[in-house]
């Protein structure tokens, strides 16, 4: 257990109606009992269009609707990929910092097929950059108290999540001869380096918002880049920000749905590490369930039943001791009854499932 000095502001629970990027919130999920907070998410490129320069109107507008529903906020402020603005990477290049680039290989992105080059996650001039806008940002919010959590994110490529290009949905582009690892190596990654981008990343988020709990989501890398172990770079920042800050460190999945194994995980994996990271852990949803023909959340694919799918992956995250989740606005709007079960479920905040919970293998 952490020391009472290092326990921090609470962390949220609940149903966080998760909202399309700089889209408003509806008033059917403004209104709804079952949904405890609200998720809003907007890029770098649109609070930051220039240098220095910030329009924090989407932001402002959706927290006061918030504050006016009687609803808790989580925003986050997508610094990653399409998100990154075209002056701080023209800043990047001119600084001679190295890029990556990669092609979105996700029939479910917007941006499928897109190519993407940006500049390394350890580079200067990028992490200089976002600290500014972190400040910024911190500047702006930390004392509002709609405001519940915040998130932060060093290692996305695409958007907010984790997301090291290393083949499928992130698809790195290396030049003919080369491996998608050596082109990593050429640039000059390192696990330090890694380590070194997180932990600058985190500490200018605590710092910039002093009285919010900070997430931060997860992942692993390919051991061919990381031989000390796929999951070693996550572990290490959100145990170093720990040590510092206690359980306002967030660890976050943003990939929730019926597909993960019933705790405890097998060891090693991907599910093991936020497992292994409660019970200061949240997240969201891969994908809606509600109109979705694919069953992207399903565990058997298609054909599948939307409101059993999102209650199994309710009951998965309750399992993993998520104190939130973030549902896409869909399924809040589609599946009302599932929402109000996951609103009492997942304001319980306990580390194993109640007495008489499903458990689907």
């Known amino acids: ?15 966080f109606a998760l909202i399309k990027g700089s889209a408003p919130t509806g008033s059917s999920v403004l209104s709804n009992p079952d949904v405890d907070g609200i998720s809003l998410r907007t890029g770098w490129e649109h609070v930051e269009p220039s240098d220095g320069s910030y329009d924090w109107s989407y932001l402002d507008a959706e927290i006061a609707k918030a504050k006016n529903a009687g609803k808790k906020v989580l925003i986050r402020v997508i610094d990653s990929g399409t998100n990154i603005p075209a002056w701080v990477i023209a800043e990047s290049k001119a600084a001679g910092e190295p890029t990556f680039s990669f092609k979105i ?6 941006h499928n097929g897109k190519v993407i080059t940006q500049p390394v996650f350890w580079a200067p001039t990028l992490l ?4 500014k806008l972190m400040a910024a940002f911190g500047a702006r919010y930390n004392a509002n108290p709609t405001v519940a959590i915040v998130t932060c994110q060093f290692a996305g490529a695409r958007d907010d999540d984790w ?4 083949g499928t949905v992130l698809d790195d582009i290396a030049p003919s001869g ?3 690892s050596s082109r990593w190596l050429d ?10 981008a997180g932990n600058q990343v985190v500490a200018n988020a605590m710092a910039a918002f002093p ?8 992942g692993s890398t390919s051991t061919k880049l990381t031989p000390e172990g796929q999951n070693y770079i996550a572990q290490t920042v959100i145990n170093t920000a720990r040590a510092k800050w206690g359980n306002r460190m967030v660890a976050t999945h943003n990939s929730m749905s019926e597909k993960p194994p019933v705790p405890p995980p097998p060891a090693g994996g991907y599910w093991s590490t936020i497992y292994n990271m409660r019970p200061s852990v949240g997240g969201q949803m891969l994908w809606w369930s509600y109109g979705d023909s694919t069953c992207r959340n399903a565990a058997g694919g298609a054909p599948c039943d939307a409101a059993t799918v999102l209650t199994h992956s309710v009951e998965r995250a309750h399992q993993y001791g998520w104190n939130y989740l973030e549902i896409y606005a869909a399924d809040v709007v589609g599946l009302p009854s599932v929402i109000h079960y996951a609103h009492g479920l997942l304001a ?14």
């Open 128 to 131: 200089a950059n976002k600290a």
């Open 211 to 218: 009285d919010k709990p900070i997430g931060m989501a997860i």
């Open 187 to 196: 640039a000059g990654w390192t696990t330090q380096k890694m380590v070194n």
């Open 178 to 180: 080369s491996t998608k």
């Open 163 to 166: 997301g090291v290009p290393a």
């Open 348 to 361: 319980q905040a306990t580390l194993s499932p109640p007495q008489g919970l499903r458990v689907v293998p």
């Open 105 to 110: 290989s996700d029939p479910y992105a917007s």
């Open 1 to 15: 257990m952490l020391p009472n000095a290092l326990a921090g502001p609470p962390i949220p629970n609940g149903v």
